[in-house]
């Protein structure tokens, strides 16, 4: 009787621990499979662009085109932006000029200018009028294009 209670509680407790090992196990992979397909998200997102000291680059952010989000355009001295097709890129926006602005180098450092287009060109949510000084991080907003500006 008495070795009998001894193997029970022998059996309860291995049991237990087993139970536990495998609830331990069952997280551990959990978490990989977690972290692995967050990575592999993370990744798509933000593509390597090689970039480098001497560019800037202009990535979507929002866009009405939906095959445009996630694009980045990659420049060195200047680039325009409109609806026209002898622009570097090419906006499929009706809010958008033809010929609506136009990001340059000056002095080592980079400025948007709106080319007189009627429904304005911002930065950051303001509207400008002139030329601007860009710093990396600004949010760019042409018709319903929003770019980030990095350098």
């Not at 609830?23 to 993370?42: A, G, N, P, Q």
């Not at 000084?133 to 294009?145: A, C, E, K, M, N």
């Amino acid at each position: 009787m008495q070795g009998t209670a001894i193997v029970i509680k022998l059996l309860g407790i291995i049991l237990q621990y087993g139970l536990l090992a495998l609830l331990l196990y069952f997280v551990y992979k959990l978490i990989k499979f977690m972290t692995k397909d967050s990575r592999e998200i993370r990744e798509d997102i933000y593509a390597v662009t090689e970039i480098s000291n001497e560019e800037a680059v202009l990535t979507v952010l929002e866009a009405a085109d939906a095959t445009m989000i996630g694009q980045r355009f990659a420049f060195s001295d200047e680039i325009s932006i409109g609806r026209g097709t002898d622009n570097d890129i090419i906006l499929n926006d009706s809010f958008a000029s033809h010929h609506h602005a136009v990001i340059a180098l000056l002095n080592n450092l980079y400025v948007i200018e709106d080319m007189g287009s009627v429904n304005k060109t911002y930065v950051n949510g303001q509207a400008i009028t002139g030329r601007q000084y860009l710093q990396s991080g600004d949010i760019i907003t042409i018709g319903s294009v929003s770019f980030e500006f990095g350098r």
